[in-house]
């Protein structure tokens, strides 16, 4: 039996790890979780974790598996980075930092960008894989909106659902410039508004939107954005990596000031230009679906449900093939004890 370890330190890859889950079990392996800084009570009853580096050890994994951007080097197994997000857009997502030793990216644009930079330090290897967040949007319905509580709140009105998921960052997200516009929106009632933030959203801006709340505007309070994609029919938002996740769904999207804006969004600067943008969207006009479907082909073009599977296939044919030929990482001092100030773990082993 193969031993995997799932580490997490943002909430929200919980969700992206949980198709690999799935796919490692399936294959008879055996799957425990290590947290750091998030909360246990966001995994199922029946989801193992582990609290100490000396248990780690001792479970002594053939791989480990993070969608962030550092993982323990200290832990035991390979090393395997599958991302957070879509963000490719993002300042630092691709930026490497020299704790992973298999890259597994999305599609043909991050390939051709991880790939040049693993030529260039060679202490890592690149394989195209696709994004195991994505498989149960193309081979289950336990994401659709029948299975979702909030997804639910609108599946009785003929309205249909706008879903707003701004970034975070405070030089890119739109939520301050759309609040008094969508709050307009929203008691207009010709639509029904879900809105989700970033965990790192500022509070300020969550309570100022928790205030608008009323019969056409809800605030999600649920970890998983899968079911929320699922259920809306228009996405408003930014520069977020939601964006792409959305658009794989065959769905429109409006941006406001994206940070690359693209021929498949429906771009607007100004908030008065929102709801003629929603209401184009709405149509899914044939130029810009097609051109939005062109996107996608680049950024993420597996449907197949399987890319849990790839990583895995990915992960064995490393040990196997290319572990051996890859150069030393360099020794990064700095961020090493800064992982081993967040575990606690001050051993040199």
């Known amino acids: ?42 995994l199922h009853a ?5 609290q100490t580096v000396t248990e780690v050890k001792h479970f002594n994994p053939k791989a480990v598996f993070a969608p962030g951007n550092w993982v323990p080097d200290f832990f035991p197994g390979v090393k395997v980075e599958i991302y957070h997000g879509f963000g490719i ?10 704790f992973f030793d298999l890259y597994c990216t999305h599609g043909p644009i991050g390939t051709r960008i991880v ?11 690149v394989t195209e894989t696709g994004w195991p967040k994505m498989d149960p949007l193309f081979n289950t319905h336990q ?4 299975h979702n509580q909030q997804a639910q709140l609108v599946l009785t009105s003929p309205k249909p659902l706008i879903f ?26 010709d639509w029904h508004w879900i809105v989700k933030f970033h965990p790192k959203m500022d509070q300020s801006s969550i309570d100022e939107y928790k205030a608008m709340q009323n019969d056409n505007l809800t605030i999600a309070d649920s970890e998983a954005i899968l079911p929320l994609l699922q259920a809306a029919d228009v996405l408003v938002s ?19 000031n994206p940070r690359k804006p693209g021929p498949y969004l429906l771009t607007i600067t100004e908030s008065a230009e929102l709801a003629s943008a929603v209401a184009k969207a709405l149509t899914r006009p044939t130029a810009l679906m097609a051109k939005a479907n062109h996107f996608i082909q680049e950024m993420h073009p597996y449907n197949d449900g399987k890319s849990s599977e ?22 990064n001092i700095w961020r090493k004890l800064k992982a081993r100030q967040q575990l606690n773990y001050y051993h040199l082993k």
């Open 238 to 256: 930014d520069t977020s990596s939601v964006v792409a996740e959305f658009l794989m769904l065959g769905k429109p999207v409006v941006a406001y």
């Open 310 to 331: 790839r990583v895995l296939d990915a992960t064995d044919d490393f040990i196997k093939n290319h572990a051996h030929n890859l150069k030393s990482k360099p020794l």
């Open 164 to 189: 707003y998921a701004p970034t975070f960052s405070v030089s890119l997200t739109s939520a301050p410039a759309l609040k008094h516009e969508i709050q307009r929106l929203s008691t207009q009632g």
């Open 46 to 50: 029946n989801e193992m974790t582990l």
């Open 115 to 125: 790939k040049n930079l693993s030529q260039q330090y060679g202490f890592f290897h």
């Open 143 to 146: 994401h659709s909106r029948q």
């Open 89 to 98: 857009e993002k300042k630092g997502h691709f930026k490497i930092r020299g």
């Open 1 to 42: 039996m193969d031993n995997y370890l799932f580490f997490v330190s943002k909430a929200y890859s919980i969700e992206i790890l949980r198709p690999l889950q799935q796919a490692i079990l399936a294959r008879g392996g055996q799957v425990v979780w290590f947290l750091s800084g998030v909360q246990h009570t966001l």
